[in-house]
């Protein structure tokens, strides 16, 4: 018995229905951490699109194009869609008949509970592909854009770190550079990745609609010309298409009155439009005034420059393309900065973990590679919670704010900055005389080329720390091996020189 098109109906109605209720069973799981609350995201995200793909059938069989669904309920009513004789009967009888003729053909047929599925969706743990850098979502891997920005034009060669706080920025590149092709397809490729990553790590964000509403702003501020980095674009590309029509020639009506334009006005005109600009006003006038009734397609080659091979070649079509690149990169660009916007802590979190392995050796890397893949990552719910500290107090092992006393007692109050560090705080002398041999520490000592020994502990002062390296070199200069002075050379007599008076007495002949 083949599937009646009210049937297929009733079950697209429930397979939506218990699709909405699994998405609100799921939603109503606290996930335990970050892997979780992913799998969660990824799980509802494919029902949604499922309960979409449903109800677009449904629709378009209640729309009812070719009759199906009227002719089936027709039929019901023993009705027929050519005939209005009714004929409740024989069309309950004959639909008994085929029911029976098809149980009997399938005995062994069995009713499927669908519950267990669905079930089973709650318990799915989706496919999503990262990279190891990404590390499941906590850090962008940018290394292969990156390698291709320190190899480009419009490029500057820096470190990995320091590309991950420019990339975002195009305020530094001129806009000659921004329109090559290079630019553009990198603006794409990085475009891509971070909508890639962006739907990985956070699948029920509406990006579709982040994106229109991006564009409605950008084309607001582009008709303006006030979108950063590309002022005055639009105007300056308006103004072609104004020369091309700089006097209205429907204001005069002879080449005598065209004249009082002036010369340079004219001669402007003409060479928007690709026509010769030479010879007097009067002349000028006339083959401009030509044009009034005459499309440009239709006048003779005579009046055009040397080499003109269209209307459209001088027209501005190819100012009118460079303008519609401008404002395709510019887009991307507003895109690429609303997503970065949206990625902020991830960004700042994979700078912190790049500095942060420049200080590690590689046993230590891979150490801590393991451990994150042996140990399952444990984020407690606890801290969306709000917590009751009006004194800001830190945070203890337990995820609670630590007893005053002790706050008082290391003195936790107090703030010590490290220039070396970025200006970084360090709250307490604890955790001041620590940060020495910590990663960030070292990162800045290594970063001006000064070696993170125990002479420059308590110096936090950029030039401190240079001047006391000026002098550690200088005194390492005085005990250094001279071997001009050091150096002892014998004579065939025994006697003993340095290396600089045996030369010089050999040079002599004395030896």
């Not at 009812?64 to 023993?78: C, H, P, S, V, Y």
């Not at 950008?218 to 303006?224: A, G, I, K, Q, R």
């Not at 030509?290 to 080659?301: C, F």
Request: aromatic share 10%; glycine share 6%.
């Amino acid at each position: 018995m083949s599937s009646t098109l009210l049937e297929v109906t009733r079950a697209a109605h429930e397979e939506v229905e218990r699709l909405e209720r699994t998405v609100v069973k799921d939603l109503q799981t606290e996930p335990q951490n970050t892997k979780d609350r992913l799998y969660q995201s990824h799980r509802v995200r494919n029902m949604i699109e499922q309960i979409t793909s449903t109800t677009h059938k449904i629709i378009e069989i209640y729309e009812d194009k070719d009759n199906a669904r009227k002719d089936e309920i027709a039929a019901l009513g023993g009705l027929s869609s050519t005939s209005t004789n009714v004929n409740v009967y024989s069309a309950f009888y004959d639909r008994l008949k085929e029911i029976r003729d098809y149980h009997r053909r399938h005995s062994a047929a069995r009713y499927v509970d669908t519950t267990d599925e669905y079930e089973q969706l709650l318990k799915e743990e989706p496919a999503i592909e990262f990279t190891g850098e990404e590390s499941f979502g906590r850090y962008l891997d940018l290394h292969e854009l990156y390698n291709e920005y320190i190899n480009s034009k419009f490029g500057q060669q820096i470190e990995y770190s320091a590309y991950l706080d420019v990339f975002s920025d195009q305020g530094k590149i001129s806009r000659k550079l921004k329109l090559t092709r290079q630019y553009r397809e990198y603006m794409q490729r990085l475009l891509e990745y971070l909508v890639y990553f962006f739907e990985r790590t956070e699948p029920l964000q509406d990006l579709e609609r982040i994106f229109s509403k991006v564009t409605v702003e950008f084309e607001e501020l582009w008709s303006s010309g006030l979108v950063e980095g590309w002022e005055n674009e639009n105007h300056e590309d308006g103004n072609i298409q104004q020369q091309i029509a700089l006097i209205d020639l429907d204001y005069y009506s002879t080449a005598e009155q065209l004249t009082e334009v002036g010369p340079e006005k004219l001669k402007e005109a003409l060479a928007a439009l690709g026509l010769k600009t030479g010879g007097t006003v009067k002349q000028r006038a006339e083959r401009l005034f030509l044009t009034k009734d005459t499309p440009l397609e239709s006048l003779d080659r005579k009046h055009f420059v040397k080499g003109f091979r269209g209307p459209e070649q001088n027209g501005g079509v190819a100012a009118l393309q460079s303008s519609e690149d401008a404002k395709a990169i510019a887009l991307m660009e507003a895109k690429m900065n609303k997503l970065c916007d949206l990625l902020s802590e991830t960004i700042v979190r994979t700078k912190e973990n790049i500095e942060k392995k420049h200080a590690l050796t590689y046993d230590e890397i891979v150490q801590e590679r393991e451990e994150d893949e042996v140990q399952p990552e444990s984020e407690s719910d606890d801290e969306d919670q709000q917590i009751y500290n009006p004194l800001k107090l830190p945070m203890g092992w337990d995820g609670k704010p630590i007893p005053y006393w002790l706050y008082k007692l290391h003195g936790l109050g107090q703030e010590f900055k490290c220039e070396i560090c970025g200006n970084h705080s360090y709250w307490g002398r604890r955790a001041y005389e620590r940060h020495f041999k910590e990663w960030r520490h070292q990162h800045g000592m290594r970063c001006l080329g000064i070696p993170n020994t125990k002479n420059f502990n308590e110096i936090t002062s950029i030039e401190e720390a240079k001047h006391l390296w000026e002098r550690i070199q200088e005194k390492q200069g005085v005990n250094k091996w001279r071997p001009d002075l050091e150096e002892e050379y014998e004579d065939q007599e025994g006697n003993i020189y340095n290396k600089k008076t045996y030369t010089d007495l050999q040079r002599q002949g004395l030896i």
